[in-house]
């Protein structure tokens, strides 16, 4: 019993391979939105890698990339394909590519598919999270050392800017590390001192922040410094605590959660659509190729002929395809080594 | 004797007529690109419009648009006439328009000779502008609390972080205006109070700047105040000290980026001349060698295409003759009848 069983007549074949001639060339623009969006997403990682610590979200630019590409050049030929197909002498000349362009689509459809998976499987498993929080903290952490990491600390002034937090969480994150390098601490200062000695790590920490953090849209001088201690420094009156310091008030690991978040979001809905396009596609080759194949056992190019998607039914493909891959076994077989005796027909079987 | 005349068959005819509609629909896309970098400066101006004190002269993206506009329309039609020119039949129709429609290309290309100049010559006045606009700007930082002026700071920091820069001519502009307003001045503070009195006029001048003038790219943690007393900071020299802050000015930053785009934009309009030129020259040998052939019935017989009909100097004497007469068409010369009032 075959899978959507349907006949098509010579007009009706006609139609379907203009029609797929016409959504092959939309699916090479497909593949290339795909690839525009993998790069976009390499370049979004690139952006902001010196806060992100893993590894696994690169796989996921590279997979959209070389799955678009795939896309982009299968339907270019699908295109040249279903081009020919609909006349019978042209179709013969293909016939033996078509089968194995139809598997091969399947499998860049499922390659798509995966991809869409990858990117939603990434927003939710909280790998992007642990990858944020771990690769901040450390960000945070070698701030200072500017000769041993010359552009960490430019890179991390320009994430607190441009995406508007500061610290991982809140703005109390910088009293917790060193953020001023010891080459610029007079250490003969006793306020200095003080402080190194009061420290059990003997880390100089001080309730102040980087530049980075302010806001520009607060009404009044940013006060980078004192921020926790009373009395506010000396040309700056107390600020009520109610009110917001005038510094970033989000996380960044908040913040580039959600950026990245709504980013891989897109993408993966993005890459839903390019793979039920595909399947569409795939669907309406694969018709087309049962039709013209049914087409020549008839032999008559303007009759109407019969086209599936499954010869036979769902279960019964599936063990042919399970015993394609047995091996043959040539005990039992009663047709080797008999000598041929007669010229007789040996029918191939379909 | 016509100017530059050239021997046309029927091939080189047809030939000439595609090349110059695929040269056409060029003009079109220049156009369209004229067009939409009018629009483009226009909403960077209304962009930086605060930093200029909403003074700026919107006469260049104006013209762009519309010079984008009417350069469209004048290609297309062009186009259009290349496309008709073989069939003799709608070639008929085009042919009593032809005159005027070079005629209004001559004038249009004098018009974008014109928008060009503007182009480049009115990058002084954005200067102007942009000087005055900033030295307000500064001056007016600190009022986050009156209407009409609270965003300026916000205005003014994100302009000193996004260009780079730091002040109007440098980083010392913030320290001749007061830019910490009075509602955040300790005024109990024997130092504070100090500096307001020895002031003439009762400012709080500082030789510090705001966060927004600090440089990322600094090794070290950012130093706005006492920026002059290189005592008052642990390794500190201001002569030495490069990166600390910017030391562009925002004048000349945001000078060079407004320059940058009205003179590319300038140069494009030149090749936007040259390429009308072209236009015209090309659709005068396609019409000259339409109208001369000798047998209008046979497509294949030759015909020659020219420039000009006569040179160049008798055009031009009949061309002044022809503006005489214009404007003065009741002067009466000897022997003629006046005319009848």
Known sequence: MAVGRVVLSRSDRRVLARVLVVLNWVSVVTGAVLVGVGVYLWAELRRWEEVMSEDVLWWVPVVLVWTGLGACVLNLTGARLCLDCSDLNRFLRWRLVLAPYVGVSLLLTAGVLLAAALCLGLNASGRLDAALEAGLSNSMRRYKDSDRNPGLKTRLDLVQIQMNCCGKDQYQDWFRVQWVSDRYLDRTDPRVQDRLRSNVAGVYLSDSVPFSCCDPASPWPCPQTHLRSRPAPHFLSLVQSSRSLGLWGRGCREVLGRHYSSILNLISLTALGVWGFELLVVVGVRYLQTSMESLVLIGDPDSDSEAWILERGLCQSLSVIKSLGKCYHSDHDPNIDRPITSSGTHGTDQ | ?341
């Open chain 2, 1 to 341: 004797m016509p100017l530059m005349p050239v021997k046309f068959n029927l091939q080189k005819r047809v030939k000439l007529a595609q090349g110059l509609w695929m040269l056409y629909w060029v003009s079109v896309m220049v156009g369209i690109l004229i067009f939409s970098l009018g629009i483009f400066f226009k909403v960077e101006l209304r962009k930086r419009s605060e930093m200029m004190d909403n003074n700026e002269s919107h006469l260049v993206p104006n013209l762009l648009i519309l010079t984008g506009l009417v350069t469209c329309a004048v290609n297309a039609f062009g186009g259009k006439v290349c496309h008709d020119s073989l069939d003799p039949m709608k070639f008929a129709k085009w042919k009593p328009m032809l005159k005027q429609y070079f005629t209004g290309c001559v004038a249009f290309s004098a018009a974008l000779l014109v928008v060009a100049l503007l182009c480049f010559l009115m990058q002084f006045s954005v200067y102007l502008t942009l000087a005055e606009g900033l030295k307000n700007g500064i001056r007016f930082y600190k009022d986050t609390d009156t209407p009409g002026r609270c965003f300026m700071k916000r205005t003014l920091d994100m302009t000193q972080i996004e260009f780079r820069c730091c002040g109007n001519n440098n980083f010392r502009d913030w320290f001749e205006v007061q830019w910490i307003s009075n509602r955040y001045l300790d005024m109990s503070n024997d130092q504070v109070k100090d500096r307001v009195l020895s002031n003439v006029e009762g400012k709080f001048l500082m030789d510090s700047v705001p966060f927004s003038c600090c440089n990322p790219g600094s090794p070290r943690p950012c130093i706005q105040h006492h920026l002059t007393n290189n005592s008052a900071h642990y390794d500190y020299d201001l002569r030495t000290e490069e990166l600390n802050i910017w030391t562009r000015g925002c004048r000349e930053a945001l000078f060079s980026y407004f320059s940058s785009m009205m003179s590319s934009i300038g140069a494009l309009i030149i090749f936007t001349i040259l390429l009308e030129g072209a236009d015209m020259a090309g659709l005068k040998y396609l019409t000259t060698s339409l109208e001369s052939m000798s047998d209008p019935e046979n497509p294949e017989c030759e015909s020659e295409g020219w420039l000009l009909e006569k040179s160049v100097k008798e055009t031009i004497c009949e061309a002044c003759a022809k503006a005489k007469a214009l404007i003065r068409p009741n002067q009466v010369t000897e022997g003629e009848e006046p005319p009848a009032a």
